[in-house]
Nanobody, 132 residues
């Protein structure tokens, strides 16, 4: 059974930093693009950041530019999201995601299908709440 399990969410203050991690099991994703999406209260799910299978390409949504970074460790089958200068509008459930098509750069997983239509596997989500 393929699983993506997120961890690291919580309640923080505006301006704080937070790191989310996603551990994959049941399948290796070393050849697949991975990324993070989020769903804020009352809003549709949106792409945040994606990273290509090799880790050499990343794509970010404009609202997180310069504040969030994504990384992956193919040896550990994990992907992480480093968030800094958090704002109240970053409050959302954050979902780990992975493509089911190999050798993607992350562009097809994220910015080309920003509501997640290109995602093959989803995590269950972790809540991030930023208080102002």
């Amino acid at each position: 059974q393929v699983q993506l399990v997120e961890s690291g969410g919580g309640l923080v203050q505006a301006g704080d930093s937070l790191r989310l991690s996603c551990a994959a099991s049941g399948r290796t994703f070393g050849d697949d693009a991975m990324g993070w999406f989020r769903r804020a209260p009352g809003k549709e799910r949106e792409f945040v950041l994606t990273i290509g299978w090799s880790g050499r390409t990343t794509y970010h949504a404009d609202p997180v530019k310069g504040r969030f970074t994504i990384s992956r460790d193919n040896n550990k089958n994990t992907v992480s999201l480093e968030m800094s200068s958090l704002k109240s509008e970053d409050t959302a459930v954050y979902y780990c995601a992975a493509s089911s098509r190999p050798y993607g750069t992350g562009q097809g997983l994220g910015p080309m299908q920003p509501q997640g239509s290109g995602v093959g596997y989803w995590g269950q989500g972790t809540q991030v709440t930023v208080s102002s």
